[in-house]
């Protein structure tokens, strides 16, 4: 009876649409890139995969990343994390989405929920509230618009800009001299120290 039954084969059914499914996927990745042969990035993400099928093309990291950005002697320059990340590969566009954070060896922060890094035009920018914190200053606005290397950088549509120290020595200065319209909100402390000591 049994030599009259027909073999089966068991197959999956395909997947549709076909450009669902990545070329590569990597798990607990941590990886460096280079530029030009200098090592100038390193990755690190719970989750990498690679679609060339899609279009346009891209990496994709769901589970988050962590990237750090090294100069031509191999020291950490600035790093950026979040919780989401896509990178074109054509266009050489890095989208971060999810909590990104972003540090400079100069002390300069910036936090929004959305980045774009566009290495061809060597510019980040974002449509979505940001921060950013320099040792000088603390700037918030709704849109941001920097240099790769953070040095040179505008927030539009600001809701403050505060500036630690003195400005000018001019008495006159029509901006020193106006009303403050906001009035400053008292900082919680960061430390268990500065908090025994209020």
Same mark, same amino acid.
């Given at each position: 009876m049994a030599?009259?039954?027909?073999?089966?084969?068991?197959?999956?059914?395909?997947? !549709?649409?076909?450009? +669902?499914? &990545?070329m590569m996927v990597s798990y607990g990745v !941590?990886?460096?890139? +280079?530029? &030009?042969g200098m090592m100038k990035y390193r990755i690190v993400a719970e989750c990498?995969?690679?679609?060339?099928?899609k279009d346009p093309s891209r990496w994709i990291f769901e589970k988050g990343l962590f990237l750090e950005q090294f100069d031509d002697k191999f020291h950490v320059e600035a790093y950026?994390?979040?919780?989401?990340?896509?990178?074109?590969?054509?266009q050489k566009l890095w989208e971060l989405r999810g909590r990104v954070r972003?540090?400079?060896?100069?002390?300069?922060?910036?936090?929004?929920e959305e980045l774009y890094w566009d290495q061809t035009e060597h510019e980040l920018y974002s449509h979505k509230y940001s921060r950013l914190v320099t040792p000088d200053r603390e700037m918030e606005g709704s849109y941001f618009l920097?240099?790769?290397?953070m040095t040179h950088y505008t927030i539009s549509n600001s809701k403050g800009s505060f500036v630690k120290g003195g400005m000018g020595e001019n008495e006159g200065d029509?901006?020193?001299?106006?009303?403050?319209?906001?009035?400053?909100k008292k900082r919680l402390p960061t430390t268990p120290s500065a908090k025994k000591a209020q």
């Open positions: 030599a009259c039954q027909e073999k089966r084969e068991h197959i999956a059914p395909a997947v !549709n649409p076909r450009d +669902s499914v &990545s !941590n990886t460096l890139i +280079s530029d &030009s990498w995969e690679v679609n060339q099928v950026i994390q979040c919780d989401t990340a896509y990178y074109f590969d054509k972003i540090r400079t060896i100069d002390g300069l922060r910036f936090s929004s920097s240099d790769e290397r029509s901006i020193l001299a106006a009303p403050d319209t906001v009035k400053a």
